[in-house]
């Protein structure tokens, strides 16, 4: 599967920003997926949620719990990441990630389907 992220951009502290990333699939059912990120100076990349569309069980980094929503069109096989509340420490660059097989762990996973990443920047 192919993966295309889009919605970063520049936003204010406390800011909202919509992340959507496209999947090159008929749907997405029976898929891990997931959003992590990177930050600047060569971060390591990190895990922001992650789930499979086959149940209800999402896992929310401790850094996103409360302020990130992870939804997703299984159908359509649009993946979306609704961002509030938006800290500096945001400042990312923002991944989505697929695979057929989800842990337990489910950030832990290992993704096989990478999207371009797409930067969101959170202006002090």
């Known amino acids: 599967a192919q993966l295309a992220a889009a919605g970063g951009g520049s936003v204010q502290t406390g800011g909202s920003r919509n992340l959507t990333c496209v999947a090159s699939?008929?749907?997405?059912?029976?898929?891990?997926i997931g959003w992590f990120r990177q930050g600047p100076s060569g971060d390591q990349r990190v895990g922001v949620v992650?789930?499979?569309?086959?149940?209800?069980?999402?896992e929310y980094a401790a850094s996103a719990e409360g302020r990130f929503t992870i939804s997703v069109d299984v159908a359509r096989a649009f993946l979306y990441l609704r961002m509030n509340n938006l800290k500096p420490e945001d400042t990312a660059m923002y991944y989505c990630a697929a695979d057929v097989f989800c842990s337990e762990h489910r950030l832990g996973s290992d993704f096989a389907y990478w999207g371009h990443g797409t930067q969101v920047t959170v202006s002090s």
């Open positions: 992650a789930f499979y569309t086959d149940d209800d069980r999402i």
């Open positions: 699939r008929d749907s997405l059912k029976h898929y891990c």
